[in-house]
């Protein structure tokens, strides 16, 4: 608890550059991110996505990997260029529409316990890096889904995500999303 981390460079990480896990207080402020997460090879006859070498689907490796944390502050920070890729929606694979669904590296992954903030971000893949979703939310079916309870996201710039920039299903009680530009 009462953690600030701020104002360093990750260029690396075999999961996530930061995880935040059962925690409570923590800020990440100034970080810049990059280069984490698993690299795979692409499996055609399975949608497309990447698989390790033990052949897992590689998906949800993140610059900032939020799980059953509250009073989570990101802010300022520069999270690009991971090491891993997403793969695409195609509507024309043999599978279908739907086994195509985009697997890969996040941004953010969040399952917060509520009382999360996300300000003032870049959170840029790029075009041979693309991100699944830029922000990534656990169980987004779930009552207690994502970002789940108050919380503000606003002035981030999200880009290059194969799903969604940012995965706002779930609960959401009280959770602001604005002043936000989404590509």
Same mark, same amino acid.
């Given at each position: 608890?009462?953690?600030?981390?701020?104002?360093?460079?990750?260029?690396?990480?075999?999961?996530? =550059?930061?995880?935040? #896990? *059962?925690?409570?207080?923590?800020? %990440?402020?100034?970080? /810049?991110?990059? @280069?984490?997460?698993?690299?795979?090879?692409?499996?055609?006859?399975?949608?497309?996505?990447?698989?390790?070498?033990?052949?897992?689907?590689?998906?949800?490796?993140?610059?900032?990997?939020?799980?059953?944390?509250?009073?989570?502050?990101?802010?300022?920070?520069?999270?690009?260029?991971?090491?891993?890729?997403?793969?695409?929606?195609?509507?024309?694979?043999?599978?279908?529409?739907?086994?195509?669904?985009?697997?890969?590296?996040? =941004?953010?992954?969040? #399952? *917060?316990?509520?009382?999360?903030? %996300?300000?003032?971000? /870049?959170?840029? @893949?790029?075009?041979?890096?693309?991100?699944?979703?830029?922000?990534?939310?656990?169980?987004?079916?779930?009552?207690?889904?994502?970002?789940?309870?108050?919380?503000?996201?606003?002035?981030?710039?999200?880009?290059?995500?194969?799903?969604?920039?940012?995965?706002?299903?779930?609960?959401?009680?009280?959770?602001?999303?604005?002043?936000?530009?989404?590509?």
């Amino acid at each position: 608890a009462y953690i600030i981390l701020e104002n360093f460079t990750v260029r690396g990480g075999a999961l996530h =550059a930061i995880e935040v #896990r *059962s925690c409570n207080q923590v800020r %990440i402020l100034a970080a /810049d991110l990059s @280069g984490w997460g698993r690299v795979g090879t692409a499996v055609f006859n399975l949608g497309g996505k990447y698989r390790d070498a033990r052949g897992s689907t590689i998906n949800n490796d993140a610059g900032v990997f939020v799980n059953r944390a509250s009073n989570t502050v990101i802010e300022r920070c520069w999270v690009h260029d991971p090491a891993g890729h997403s793969n695409p929606w195609d509507a024309a694979h043999p599978l279908g529409f739907a086994a195509t669904h985009p697997a890969g590296p996040n =941004a953010v992954f969040m #399952r *917060s316990l509520g009382a999360a903030v %996300i300000r003032w971000n /870049d959170f840029t @893949g790029s075009e041979g890096h693309r991100w699944n979703d830029a922000i990534e939310g656990w169980n987004n079916g779930g009552p207690t889904g994502g970002f789940y309870r108050d919380a503000d996201i606003h002035g981030n710039f999200l880009a290059f995500g194969q799903d969604d920039g940012i995965e706002m299903d779930g609960g959401q009680m009280n959770v602001r999303f604005f002043g936000n530009k989404v590509e």
